[in-house]
């Protein structure tokens, strides 16, 4: 078994139906800015589905969990990689602390993946928009959790 992974100049919101998609947020579930704005549009519901995932399981609970969200849409991991929307990595959360979240949202859904038989996951950057995390910090986690995987990981940038 051999990590794949690829960066790709593509839109994550038309990429090839066999993948799953993930994305970080918040435990608050604000879900109003950034690459979420169009996963919300074409996966329906998910946003409630986030906040009920939240609230049933504690806010603070939550964080360092992927939550899995099934639609007619596709599959998409939601990794709840800090507490308040206006966290950032460095500011509100130390990085450490944020990267450490990452690790374990990343492990949680490796788990789930594998669990439902998911072989294809695409994400964009995750934690390097609004999140300020280094990508070269970010890929190195996404590389420790995913090495003995056989999932294929395409990041999509723009």
Same mark, same amino acid.
């Given at each position: 078994? $051999? ?13 090839? &139906?066999?993948? #799953? ?9 604000? *879900?109003?800015? !950034? ?5 919300? $549009? $074409? ?7 986030? /906040? &009920? =995932? #939240? ?14 969200? #099934? ?8 990794? =709840? &990689?800090?507490?308040? =929307?206006?966290? $950032?990595a460095g500011y509100g959360v ?14 949680? *859904?490796?788990?789930? *993946?594998?669990?439902? !038989?998911?072989? =294809?996951?695409a994400m964009p950057k995750i934690?390097c928009g609004l999140d300020r ?6 890929? /190195? ?18």
């Amino acid at each position: 078994m $051999k990590l794949k992974l690829d960066i790709k100049n593509q839109d994550l919101m038309l990429i090839d &139906s066999k993948y #799953a998609i993930c994305h970080c947020i918040s435990a608050d579930c604000a *879900m109003g800015k !950034g690459v979420v704005v169009p996963i919300v $549009k $074409k996966y329906v519901g998910i946003k409630q589905a986030c /906040q &009920s =995932f #939240a609230k049933s399981n504690n806010e603070n609970a939550v964080v360092g969990r992927a939550f899995r969200y #099934a639609c007619e849409a596709g599959v998409v991991y939601n990794l =709840f &990689s800090k507490k308040i =929307f206006r966290h $950032k990595a460095g500011y509100g959360v130390t990085i450490e602390q944020y990267h450490s979240n990452l690790r374990n949202c990343l492990e949680d *859904m490796k788990i789930q *993946m594998l669990s439902n !038989g998911e072989k =294809f996951i695409a994400m964009p950057k995750i934690a390097c928009g609004l999140d300020r995390c280094e990508w070269k910090d970010v890929e /190195q986690i996404i590389k420790d959790v995913f090495d003995d995987a056989d999932i294929e990981i395409l990041v999509c940038v723009i």
